[in-house]
Every structure is written in C-alpha cells, then in structure tokens.
C-alpha cells in the first residue's frame, strides 16, 4: 500500500494551543506575553478554526479520493505537520502500523528550501532510519512548472484582475509574491529561481507584460531578499499604475501570516496611496487543484516505473 504524505507547516488545533504551536517554532523557548497577545489577536480576528491546518486536511482527503477514482486504488493519503500534531514523525510511526510498504511525499508548497521542503523530506528519511525501516520513500519535488499547475494559478489571477474596476484593469501590475529569506539571492538560487519561472510562466500564460516580483515579511529586516510587497505597492501608485493585483505563489493554501502580509497590511498601504488593491484567492483544496496534483503525483511515480 502507498502511503502519501501531504506535509505542511502546520497550525495551532485551538485557541489553547497557539502558546505550544509558537513555543515548537520558537524551539521550545515559550513566547512573552508581549509576542503572543497580537498573535492571539489575529487568530480572534480570523473568525475560523487555523485554515491551514483544516484546509491541509481535507486535501489529504480530496486528493486520495481522486487518486483512486482515477486508478490508483492502494493509497492513505496522510496530513502531517512541521510544527503541529499530527507530526511528520508521528506519522511515520501511523504508516508503518498500518502496513505501508512504500512511501510517497509531497510537500504543499512548489518551491524548494533548505528549511522548508528539505526539512520536510530529511525528517521523513531520519524517522525511518530512527526506526530502523526501509520502506522505500520517493518525494514529489520541483513540480511549479507542471502545466495544470500554472493553469489554475493564471486562472485565480485573471478573477481578480476581472474583479478590479474597467478603468483600471489595463493600467494595473501584477505583483507575484512569497515569503522572503534571509540572505543573498545566490545563497537562495533554487527558491528565487523556481519562484521567478513560476511567475513568469503564468504571465505568458495570461499574455500580460506588466508584472513584477516582490516578498512578503522581508520588512525591516536587513538582509532579507527584497523589495518588499508594501513598498511596491508604494512605486506602483508613484509610477501611475491604476491597481495591483498580488498574487501569492509559496503558500497554496490560507494561512493567517500569509492573510495579513497580502491582505489588511497591503489593503491599508493601497488605500493610503490610492490605487486599487486585490489580491488572488488561496488554491485551497479545490478540485481543479486537487486534480493537478493528483496527476503531478500519477506522473511522478510513472516515471520511477511504479504501479499507478
């Protein structure tokens, strides 16, 4: 039996547990006061159980529905998290009780870092090794340029560049957007690399020139890979541009620091200069994401000549 991994960040399971979801990022060390009181107060603001956590859940669930419908009859598609139960580790320990003879991993989020992908996929082959397993693990990596994938990404930015007012639709850029890093953009070759081909196959896709890269979190931060999305918008309402159009690339699915950066912080900067602001909507589980992945996945295993 296949069993696949859907690894994510992860996110607190309720409101009592943002303290010990923040103290396992912080690497044990507990956040003040002072740290966890804004935290808390966007989770209030939120409204909605951590989307992260819920919507990576029914992912899992949507994405081993397709894969069987769709011929891959012997696979348990597993929810796993970085920073949250159920953890990676823990869920090493489910598979094998349950009789998984091979595994499958796949990271929700297309771009490659040390931290991030890497991470994810050397806890899975450390657990084995702790373990002393050897349940052959095949990951799912560098799949941003898969043509289904750039599909429904060009289809969320044309939404929102529909959505915004005629008078400005033609005169607005489109702004692609992920997480900073702190660092050199040679230090972070992959990652700004598999970003940029990303961003620039959806734009050919589209047929629109006027884009642009920028990061989010890298503010007051020094060193960090920049420009910083807020202050694009800045130049884009200096330079004449009539809206912005943000759409995130790193993170698939809608999670409250991603909510903030792209949304409120860059809705108060877009009002304050007066130009239009919208941002894409998160792929979430989706069914036209929840396909491609499902095929990126079928086709991943097909070419290691494996039973799909």
Known sequence: MYGMILMSYGGPESMDGIESFFTHILQGRKPSPEQLKPITAQYVALGTPDPLRTKTKRQAEALEYVLKQSGLSEVKVYPAYKHAAPFIEDTIGQ?????????VTLPMTPFYT?????????????????RQQTIPVYHIDNWH??????????????????WLPQSAREESTIVFTAHSQPGTEEK?????????????????????NNWRIAYRSARHKQNWLGPDIKDVV?????????????????????????????????????????????????????F?????????????????????
């Open 114 to 130: 040390e931290k991030g992908v890497g991470q994810y996929q050397r806890t899975v082959q450390e657990e084995l090794a702790n």
């Open 288 to 308: 036209d994401l929840i396909c491609a992945l499902a095929n990126i996945t079928k086709e991943k295993l097909s070419r290691l000549e494996l039973k799909v």
């Open 188 to 208: 972070h070759e992959v990652y700004v690399r598999q970003f940029t081909e990303l961003a620039e196959q959806v734009a050919l896709q589209l047929h629109v």
């Open 95 to 103: 598979m094998i009780e349950e009789g998984v003879t091979q595994i």
């Open 145 to 162: 340029l898969h043509p289904e994938y750039i599909t429904v990404i060009a289809s969320r930015v044309q939404e929102a560049l529909n």
């Open 234 to 286: 800045r130049e884009e309402a200096e330079t004449g541009s009539k809206g912005v159009v943000a759409c995130e690339l790193l993170s698939l699915t809608n999670n409250i620091e991603t909510l903030q950066e792209i949304g409120k912080d860059c809705q108060d900067v877009a009002s304050e200069v007066g130009i239009h602001y919208v941002r894409t909507e998160f792929l979430d589980d989706s």
